[in-house]
DNA sequence: AGACCATGTGATCGTTCGCACACCGGAGTG
DNA sequence: CACTCCGGTGTGCGAACGATCACATGGTCT
């Protein structure tokens, strides 16, 4: 047991990851979470502080990012523009990003997939910066927005259209017409309630009818939806808990909802959020 | 992965040159994976790092990928140079003001108004905020925020979706089936550029075509364009100088020109820029 | 056969990374 | 007040890894 572990570490080759690689990865943390600490990154990324030390030296040089004391935050002339930091997307942050990350890996290259409006989903957005080569179709403009800061001639942005709701979701006719001409192959969804009676909830009705639009123009389903989410019931349902074929949860749910979903939903995940 | 690669090498004694599907498949795993090392690729394909090294520099050449240490990447190729939004709203600044605050008269409350994507419609956005009880249909996700910042009930906005171009222009054939099942009464239409031969023209052919379909599902055809526009003809023509009912233009434009215009548009206005 | 091309080999040189160590300033603590 | 601990930072060096070159090899083309 413990002579295997010097072997176990030895066989893999360390794998290490391309020095660009994580500079990609570390802006687009910054970019998304504003600031990051050295230490964090260390561990996110396993390699030593030292080395993550002189990545940021070559992204603050590269006008990346700036560097600070403890690690690095967005450089100025970037950090102005998102009024988006109002109050709804300041909850549950540790948990909606830990949620948004598990999700990314559900995410290669090359592949179509469909962001629904919401604040986590909003986050995996930003996560999925690095991942080259996406057709995304979505109904939120923040979202769109993500992806046009940083354009890429292999990436391909499609926002369905229709009207704004408050929480920023494009609803009625137009986006369901536009969801019905189109396919992706892996939906996210985010939700506002979710319970074992009414499924899966949002509060505006119009946004139900276009994200069941959503989900039947879509392949496979992901709902992210932290802890905070079970037990509330918004006005209108748009989807039962069996619809999901993945649910992405943080580890505060309760033993009692997690075993009800898991009854219902074949991949329950629960990623920690600290 | 695929290994038709293996039973190719071993049905046909290298026959073929292999360089070739070796290429295929190294640009295939770097799109799909974001980034590959040579190592890897060297026991994928069973083939020295040498050998892969030598492909990764012909790929890099050949811009399909970009070398870096330790392995390649994909190339973020920023090679589409049509003129940003940024780049574009600084100039003429003045007199784009003025034509928009012209423009605005012509919107009365109440009234359902269509706004194509371009920075002195994006100003007229502004210029609207005052107005109640609009109807705006609009395919640029500028104009959107604009109305979206300081929300009002009495306001209607529709985005009608698509595809984003570098100049924030949404288009494709989302956006043209939108904008097929609406009408507006009036329409303010920010052009590229315009000349006698050319008529209207934009440099981004999907604009073109949705700023047709915009066109037929308008009454009243309002266009913008300050002095600088005349005389410039982008790649392509979506509407004659004859299909205008108003032009809005700056006191800075010249006889000559104003004479053209006069000659096929029923109203063409010059305003002060100062 | 001889030129030719793609590929592998080994030597050499450049890069990257982790570790050990020193520095620096602030918060306790005696 | 001096003293020490502590977290963050930077420097130097050695080890491992990657890049590159020159050359050898073993096939194909004419």
Redesign the pocket.
């Known amino acids: 047991m413990n002579t295997d572990m010097n072997l176990a570490t030895n066989i893999f ?2 794998s ?4 660009q690689e ?1 500079h990609d990865l570390i802006v687009s943390e910054v970019r998304t979470r504003g600031s990051v ?3 964090e990154l260390a561990t996110l990324l ?6 993550i ?5 070559v992204l603050d040089e590269a006008g990346a990012l700036v ?5 690095a935050k967005v450089s100025t002339d970037h950090a102005a523009d998102q009024p988006s930091f109002d109050a709804k997307s300041n909850t549950q942050t540790a948990e909606k990003q830990a949620i948004a990350r598990a999700a990314a890996e559900f995410v290669r290259g090359g592949a179509t997939i469909g962001l629904m409006a919401g604040t986590t989903t909003w986050r995996l957005a930003g996560e999925l910066a690095a991942i080259p080569n996406l057709t995304v179709v979505t109904n939120s403009m923040r979202v769109a927005e993500v992806f046009n800061e940083f354009w890429r001639a292999d990436r391909n942005i499609i926002l369905t259209g229709g009207v704004r709701t408050p929480s920023d979701a494009l609803v009625g006719p137009i986006a369901a017409t536009a969801l019905a001409a189109l396919h992706v192959d892996t939906l996210f969804i985010g939700v506002h309630g979710m319970s074992e009676r009414a499924g899966f909830t949002t509060p505006n009705i119009l946004e139900s009818d276009t994200n069941r639009a959503f989900i039947q123009a879509s392949g496979r389903k992901i709902v992210l939806a932290d802890h905070s989410k079970w037990g509330v019931t918004g006005l209108s349902s748009f989807a039962n808990l069996s619809d999901a074929d993945v649910l992405i949860t943080d580890d505060k749910l309760s033993a009692d909802a997690a075993a009800v979903l898991a009854n219902q939903i074949p991949d329950v995940r629960q990623v920690s959020g600290s």
């Open positions: 080759p360390v290490r990851s391309l020095a994580r600490r050295v230490t396993d390699v030593s502080d030292m080395t030390r002189r990545d940021l030296d560097k600070v004391h403890g690690g």
